[in-house]
C-alpha cells in the first residue's frame, strides 16, 4: 500500500487475547456464515518483520532524496516474534492467518537461495497449523530483491521468469503445510494510483519518485531501480503484461510442486461508483480490473482488497459527500463497499472470493469497530444472493510500517509499542473475534 488505502471491552479483551481460546461455536441462526469460513487477519513481511536490507524497499527508504517519511527500520520485530502473533491470532478467535514470504530474504543475491530464512517461513506456516491457523502465504507482497529491482524489476522480459524460479524454491519447500496461496498482492495498484490523481498532481508526483529512484540506482552501481511497487513507469501496460506472465508462471510452479494447493492472487478494488448521466464508471474498471479478471479465471479463487469507494461523473473522479465515519484522510467510510467490490468481481472473473484486505485507516478503534460488523453485514447478503465468499481476513492485525507515511496511519487490531514491542489488542479485534468464534455477526 503506497498510499492511504486509496488513501466497554478494554481490560477484558487483554484478558480474551492471553487466556486460553474458547472453542468455535457454529452459529445456527440465518446470520450464519458458511461452513469452514475463514476468519481472520493479515499482514506482510517488510511491514512487520523489521531490518529487510535486501529488499528495494529498504533501498528507497534510506536514499536521498526519498518519498517515505522514515524507514521500517526494526517494525514490529515481527521477524522474532512471530511466535506471539500467531498466538494472538489463535486467542482472538480467528482460523486463519495470512502473512508474506519476504523473496528478498530468501534469494539476496540472484541465483542464491537461503535454506535458513526458507526453514524460518516453514516455521511460521508450522506454527499456524500447531496452533489449528490455515496458513494463507502471499508469495510476493510489493517487496522484490534489491538485485532484481536494480535490473529493472518487473520492467524487464525475463522478470516472470525469475519470479516462478523463485516460486518454485519457496513452493518445493513450503507448500505441503499452506493452505492457500497467493502469487502477488494487489499488482494492479499502479493503475488504482493514477486513476486517483490528475495529470498535473502525476506529474508532479512522478518527478519526485524519478529523483528518487536515480538515487536508489546510484546507491546499488545500476542505471535503474525499479521497485515492486513503484507508480512512476512510463509504460503502465507493459509492467502491467510482465505481472500478469509473472501471476501465471508463479501459478504454474507453486502448482507444479502442489497440485491441490488453491492459489489465486490479491487484487485491488475499490467500490466504483457512477455519478450522473455518461459517467466513466465502466471504462475506468475495464482499464483498471479488465485485463486481471479476465487472467483469473483460471485461478482458484480470487482475493478483493477494498477500503474506499470511488465516485466517476462523465470527466474523471468527483467528490463524494459521506454522511458517516470518516478515515484519517477525511475519506468516507462507506460498509457497503466491500460487498458491492466483491460482487463486482465476482461478476467478471466467474471464481470464488476471499476477502484478503479490508479496514480503515483511523487512530478511532471505535470506527473500525463500527465497521467490521456493518460490512460483514453486507458481505453476508452478498452471500446469501449466491456469491462464493471463502473467507474474510481484515488489514492488518498489527499497526504496521505503512511504507511512505511510515508508522502514522493505524490500520490494526493490535498496537505495539515501538520501543518495547509489546502486543496490545483493540477493542476492535474482539469485535471480530467475537463474530469469527460464533461464524455469525450476532
Given at each position: 500500500?503506497?498510499?492511504?488505502?486509496?488513501?466497554?471491552?478494554?481490560?477484558?479483551?487483554?484478558?480474551?487475547?492471553?487466556?486460553?481460546?474458547?472453542?468455535?461455536?457454529?452459529?445456527?441462526?440465518?446470520?450464519?456464515?458458511?461452513?469452514?469460513?475463514?476468519?481472520?487477519?493479515?499482514?506482510?513481511?517488510?511491514?512487520?518483520?523489521?531490518n529487510?536490507?535486501?529488499?528495494?524497499?529498504w533501498?528507497?527508504?534510506?536514499v536521498k532524496?526519498?518519498?517515505?517519511?522514515?524507514?521500517?527500520?526494526?517494525?514490529?520485530?515481527?521477524?522474532?516474534?512471530?511466535?506471539q502473533?500467531?498466538?494472538?491470532?489463535?486467542?482472538?478467535?480467528?482460523?486463519c492467518?495470512r502473512?508474506?514470504?519476504?523473496?528478498?530474504?530468501?534469494?539476496?543475491?540472484?541465483?542464491?537461495?537461503?535454506?535458513?530464512?526458507?526453514?524460518?517461513?516453514?516455521?511460521?506456516?508450522?506454527?499456524?497449523?500447531?496452533?489449528?491457523?490455515?496458513?494463507?502465504?502471499?508469495?510476493?507482497?510489493y517487496?522484490?530483491p534489491?538485485?532484481?529491482?536494480?535490473?529493472?524489476?518487473?520492467?524487464?522480459?525475463?522478470?516472470?521468469?525469475?519470479?516462478?524460479?523463485f516460486?518454485?524454491?519457496?513452493?518445493?519447500?513450503?507448500?505441503?503445510?499452506?493452505?492457500?496461496?497467493?502469487?502477488?498482492?494487489?499488482?494492479?495498484?499502479?493503475?488504482?494510483?493514477?486513476?486517483?490523481?490528475?495529470?498535473?498532481?502525476?506529474?508532479?508526483?512522478?518527478?519526485?519518485?524519478?529523483?528518487?529512484?536515480?538515487?536508489?540506482?546510484?546507491?546499488?552501481?545500476?542505471?535503474?531501480?525499479?521497485?515492486?511497487?513503484?507508480?512512476?513507469?512510463?509504460?503502465?501496460?507493459?509492467?502491467?503484461?510482465?505481472?500478469?506472465?509473472?501471476?501465471?508462471?508463479?501459478?504454474?510452479?507453486?502448482?507444479?510442486?502442489?497440485?491441490?494447493?488453491?492459489?489465486g492472487?490479491?487484487?485491488?478494488?475499490?467500490?466504483?461508483?457512477?455519478?450522473?448521466?455518461?459517467?466513466i464508471?465502466?471504462?475506468?474498471?475495464?482499464?483498471?480490473?479488465?485485463?486481471w479478471?479476465?487472467?483469473?479465471?483460471?485461478?482458484?479463487?480470487?482475493?478483493?482488497?477494498?477500503?474506499?469507494?470511488?465516485?466517476?461523473?462523465?470527466?474523471?473522479?468527483?467528490?463524494?459527500?459521506?454522511?458517516?465515519?470518516?478515515n484519517?484522510?477525511?475519506?468516507?467510510?462507506?460498509?457497503?463497499s466491500?460487498?458491492?467490490?466483491?460482487?463486482?468481481?465476482?461478476s467478471?472473473?466467474?471464481?470464488?472470493?476471499?476477502?484478503?484486505?479490508h479496514?480503515?485507516?483511523?487512530?478511532?478503534?471505535?470506527v473500525?469497530?463500527?465497521?467490521?460488523?456493518?460490512?460483514?453485514?453486507?458481505?453476508?447478503?452478498?452471500?446469501?444472493?449466491g456469491?462464493?465468499?471463502?473467507?474474510?481476513?481484515?488489514?492488518?492485525?498489527?499497526?504496521?510500517?505503512?511504507?511512505?507515511?511510515?508508522?502514522?496511519?493505524?490500520y490494526?487490531?493490535?498496537?505495539?509499542d515501538?520501543?518495547?514491542?509489546?502486543?496490545?489488542?483493540?477493542?476492535?479485534?474482539?469485535?471480530?473475534?467475537?463474530?469469527?468464534r460464533r461464524?455469525?455477526?450476532?
Amino acid at each position: 500500500m503506497t498510499i492511504d488505502r486509496r488513501t466497554i471491552i478494554g481490560a477484558s479483551l487483554a484478558l480474551a487475547a492471553t487466556a486460553a481460546p474458547l472453542p468455535l461455536r457454529a452459529s445456527t441462526s440465518r446470520s450464519s456464515f458458511p461452513k469452514n469460513f475463514l476468519w481472520g487477519a493479515a499482514t506482510s513481511g517488510h511491514q512487520i518483520e523489521g531490518n529487510n536490507i535486501n529488499s528495494d524497499a529498504w533501498v528507497l527508504e534510506n536514499v536521498k532524496p526519498t518519498v517515505y517519511s522514515e524507514p521500517s527500520g526494526d517494525a514490529a520485530n515481527s521477524f522474532e516474534l512471530w511466535p506471539q502473533d500467531l498466538d494472538l491470532v489463535k486467542a482472538l478467535g480467528f482460523n486463519c492467518y495470512r502473512f508474506s514470504l519476504e523473496w528478498p530474504r530468501i534469494e539476496p543475491e540472484q541465483g542464491h537461495f537461503s535454506l535458513a530464512m526458507l526453514d524460518h517461513y516453514k516455521a511460521i506456516v508450522d506454527g499456524c497449523r500447531k496452533r489449528g491457523l490455515t496458513p494463507f502465504v502471499t508469495f510476493n507482497h510489493y517487496t522484490t530483491p534489491r538485485w532484481f529491482a536494480a535490473r529493472g524489476g518487473w520492467t524487464q522480459p525475463d522478470a516472470a521468469d525469475l519470479f516462478a524460479r523463485f516460486c518454485d524454491r519457496a513452493a518445493r519447500h513450503l507448500a505441503a503445510g499452506i493452505g492457500y496461496a497467493a502469487t502477488l498482492n494487489e499488482p494492479n495498484l499502479l493503475r488504482v494510483v493514477r486513476n486517483g490523481l490528475s495529470a498535473a498532481q502525476f506529474a508532479g508526483f512522478k518527478a519526485i519518485l524519478d529523483k528518487m529512484s536515480e538515487a536508489a540506482a546510484h546507491s546499488v552501481g545500476s542505471q535503474r531501480f525499479v521497485a515492486g511497487n513503484t507508480i512512476n513507469v512510463d509504460d503502465i501496460d507493459a509492467f502491467n503484461k510482465n505481472l500478469i506472465a509473472g501471476h501465471k508462471a508463479g501459478r504454474a510452479a507453486i502448482k507444479a510442486a502442489r497440485s491441490d494447493l488453491p492459489v489465486g492472487v490479491t487484487l485491488a478494488i475499490p467500490d466504483d461508483q457512477p455519478v450522473g448521466p455518461n459517467s466513466i464508471r465502466d471504462q475506468v474498471r475495464a482499464r483498471t480490473y479488465g485485463a486481471w479478471l479476465e487472467a483469473v479465471r483460471g485461478d482458484d479463487f480470487l482475493g478483493v482488497q477494498n477500503y474506499e469507494r470511488v465516485f466517476w461523473d462523465a470527466k474523471g473522479k468527483a467528490e463524494g459527500h459521506p454522511t458517516g465515519d470518516r478515515n484519517a484522510a477525511g475519506e468516507g467510510v462507506y460498509p457497503d463497499s466491500l460487498a458491492n467490490s466483491v460482487r463486482y468481481a465476482h461478476s467478471v472473473a466467474k471464481i470464488p472470493i476471499i476477502v484478503t484486505e479490508h479496514g480503515v485507516n483511523s487512530e478511532d478503534d471505535a470506527v473500525r469497530a463500527r465497521l467490521i460488523p456493518a460490512a460483514l453485514a453486507e458481505l453476508k447478503k452478498a452471500i446469501d444472493d449466491g456469491i462464493p465468499v471463502k473467507g474474510y481476513l481484515h488489514w492488518s492485525l498489527l499497526d504496521n510500517f505503512e511504507w511512505i507515511f511510515g508508522y502514522k496511519y493505524r490500520y490494526g487490531l493490535i498496537a505495539f509499542d515501538r520501543s518495547t514491542f509489546k502486543r496490545s489488542p483493540k477493542p476492535s479485534a474482539s469485535v471480530l473475534g467475537g463474530i469469527a468464534r460464533r461464524n455469525a455477526i450476532r
